[in-house]
């Protein structure tokens, strides 16, 4: 029989030929079939070809080696029909470059921004830099509107504290409400610097090319391409990322994004970051803060490659996107953009911040008769658990309890340690620099972007996977990965002196 | 092609430069930050006692300056063959070093509030040279390359249909 064939490479042109040899044994399928093109099909995995054959008598034999034969390849060279796929087009254009003359290449705006922002060597490195200037926007420049609410509310509490008579009454707005609220407030501008940066990114066309250039690195890790978009969206909010996964289309994945989804850090955590980060880091608080949001990226991609090798197995579900044309951003739609979702954020300061901090006041003055907030049951609970944390460098009790309360929002994380400390903005940045050195600081942001995610998104979890034994496992993974990678920090920052 | 061949060199020399300041911001964020806080390699010029440009200790905004300086490398060989590749690195790597040229002078407007508006103590000293850094010096030297993507636009590109 000639055999008219192109060459895949040598091994798995081997790998043909063993196919080959086995099929030849069944005459049927020599008579119906060019058996070089069927032993490709089925090294490829494809389902049709598999169905057409299944009937011959030599099936189950053939299917085992090509299985094996499939896997070995599979480990040295990726998944065989994006290798097939490939080595064809590459003889295509081997075949093209002597038959076609080419006429001058003329492209649309589009398609040159993605020749680059789409290039396999360039592409994340780019992605990775503009992150770095969606950061540097964040922190720097909105740091004069920081400071000038913080001055707002450090005269706000004064103010109260001098007009009020009744001692307990003003202790409650201005240590109480003031200054728990008023430190969470003061990063209004840090949220929505951050929303107005990634609505242009968004409005551009940029965030997805982002889900196609991480499509290829997610898929190594064991994540569909469709899981990109709601761990994207993870950035912004982790409850609407969640609610988005139920565009994944099989369940494993779907549960595995979900699984993953809160080590994206949202940006409930960034006033914690942008806090601790400008208190201990300085000049250097955007990188740190861009460290932390790579630190999340990067224990999803590892903890989903392995909840899929442990939980799941199979292999993701691929990518599938038609990319829009590059847009100049309208700025009022861009403005749009970020007000809808940083009022989420003044909203819930309205709220749940705000009842969490008076609830926190409240516990801090109970039992009624105490001389000092550490006699209060805020103040007991706090030394009953700082052993637990004090291996992290955490030595206060009020950083526990800061923690603890941080499972109802994460903004309460700083609200809490405002109103332990009597102090917002730059007189709590000193108080910052006292309790933590840069090692522990750090272990805290981490800490912060790794345990628990708050109460709604425990609620969403439990929703979306209808699984308590899932919602559990999020919440304990969570909270023993958060000690984990707190402890290595602390641990390597020791080691160099941080 | 005379003129291709000119800015080809041109967008290479202003890559190396690029790439160069790139370094020297990794190299100072890195000695700074583990070996000698006092650490400060610069080239730059004195003008009125300060160091313009100041490259940063910054590892991050060094590797910034690094893949701008490496794309406009790569865009300068193309450029010179009039490839629509080196045009692309060209448009994409302008952008970037433009983006980042604001992003520096929005910083310096905030810092500039800082210290004359706000009177924050911590920017008592802050003076306009200090935020001269590399990203905003060099910017303004790519007028030519910008002008010349300008120009051959219509030679490389095509309207965009929705």
Not at chain 1, 29 to 40: H, P, S
Not at chain 1, 46 to 54: A, Q, S
Not at chain 2, 132 to 155: D, E, H, R, S
């Amino acid at each position: 029989m000639r055999r008219y064939r192109f060459s895949y490479g040598k091994e798995v042109d081997d790998a043909i030929d063993k196919i080959f040899s086995l099929l030849l044994k069944d005459k049927d399928l020599v008579k119906k079939y060019n058996l070089n093109w069927l032993a490709i099909k089925l090294l490829e995995g494809d389902e049709e070809v598999k169905e057409r054959v299944k009937n011959s008598l030599i099936y189950q034999d053939v299917i085992k080696v090509v299985e094996k034969l499939r896997e070995k390849l599979e480990e040295k060279y990726g998944d065989m029909d994006v290798y097939f796929a490939d080595k064809r087009y590459d003889i295509i254009s081997s075949i093209t470059r002597y038959i076609i003359k080419k006429r001058k290449e003329v492209l649309t705006f589009s398609d040159i921004l993605d020749k680059v922002f789409l290039n396999k060597y360039i592409g994340i490195p780019l992605f990775i830099s503009l992150m770095w200037v969606v950061f540097q926007f964040t922190f720097s420049v909105a740091a004069p509107f920081v400071d000038a609410i913080d001055t707002f509310f450090t005269f706000l509490a004064d103010y109260v504290n001098l007009t009020i008579k009744n001692k307990l009454l003003a202790s409650l707005v201005a240590d109480g409400i003031i200054n728990g609220v008023g430190s969470v407030l003061v990063f209004v501008p840090n949220i929505f610097f951050l929303f107005f940066a990634m609505s242009i990114l968004e409005d551009s066309g940029y965030m997805a090319r982002v889900a196609f250039i991480m499509d290829k690195i997610m898929r190594k890790f064991g994540l569909g391409g469709r899981s990109v978009i709601p761990l994207l969206l993870g950035f912004g909010c982790n409850v609407p990322a969640i609610m988005t996964t139920r565009t994944v289309p099989t369940k494993e994945d779907r549960i595995l994004t979900i699984l993953v989804n809160p080590l994206i850090s949202c940006s409930a955590r960034l006033p914690v970051y942008v806090l601790i980060g400008g208190a201990l880091f300085a000049s250097n608080a955007g990188n740190v803060i861009l460290s932390l949001y790579l630190l999340g990226i990067t224990l999803a991609l590892i903890l989903a490659y392995v909840f899929r090798k442990i939980f799941f197995g199979g292999k993701p579900s691929p990518l599938i996107l038609e990319l829009p044309h590059y847009l100049v951003p309208n700025i009022r739609t861009t403005i749009l953009h970020m007000w809808e979702r940083g009022r989420m954020f003044v909203r819930k300061a309205g709220t749940i911040i705000f009842l969490g901090v008076v609830l926190i006041w409240l516990f801090s003055h109970l039992p009624p008769g105490i001389n000092s907030v550490e006699d209060s049951f805020v103040g007991i609970f706090g030394k009953t658990i700082l052993p637990i944390f004090q291996p992290l460098g955490f030595n206060d009790w009020r950083i526990p309890v800061s923690l603890s309360v941080g499972f109802v929002a994460k903004e309460i994380v700083i609200g809490s340690l405002g109103q332990f400390y009597g102090a917002t903005g730059e007189e709590l940045n000193q108080v910052m620099q006292q309790i933590f050195t840069p090692a522990s600081a750090y272990a805290f942001m981490a800490f912060t972007l790794i345990y628990i995610p708050c109460l709604a998104t425990i609620a969403v979890i439990k929703n979306e996977t209808g699984s308590y034994k899932w919602t559990l496992f999020t919440i304990v993974y969570g909270l023993v990965l958060a000690y984990f990678v707190a402890l290595l920090v602390v641990t390597i920052g020791g080691l160099i002196g941080g | 092609m005379k003129n291709s061949k000119i800015i080809s060199i041109y967008t290479a020399l202003i890559s190396i430069v690029y790439i160069m300041y790139g370094f020297i911001e990794v190299i100072n964020g890195v000695a700074q930050w583990y070996i000698r806080p006092d650490f400060n390699l610069q080239i730059s010029l004195i003008i009125n006692n300060y160091q313009i440009p100041y490259a940063v200790a910054d590892p991050f905004a060094g590797f910034v300056l690094i893949i701008i300086g490496c794309m406009m490398l790569y865009s300068s060989k193309g450029l010179l063959n009039e490839e629509i590749d080196g045009f692309s690195f060209a448009v994409v790597s302008s952008i970037f070093s433009a983006v980042l040229f604001i992003l520096y002078l929005l910083i310096m407007f905030a810092n500039f509030t800082e210290a004359h508006i706000l009177l924050n103590d911590d920017y008592k000293d802050w003076v306009f040279y200090n935020d001269l850094n590399p990203a905003i010096v060099l910017f303004p030297l790519l007028t030519p390359l910008i002008y010349y993507i300008n120009a051959k636009k219509g030679y490389y590109m095509k309207k965009e249909v929705n």
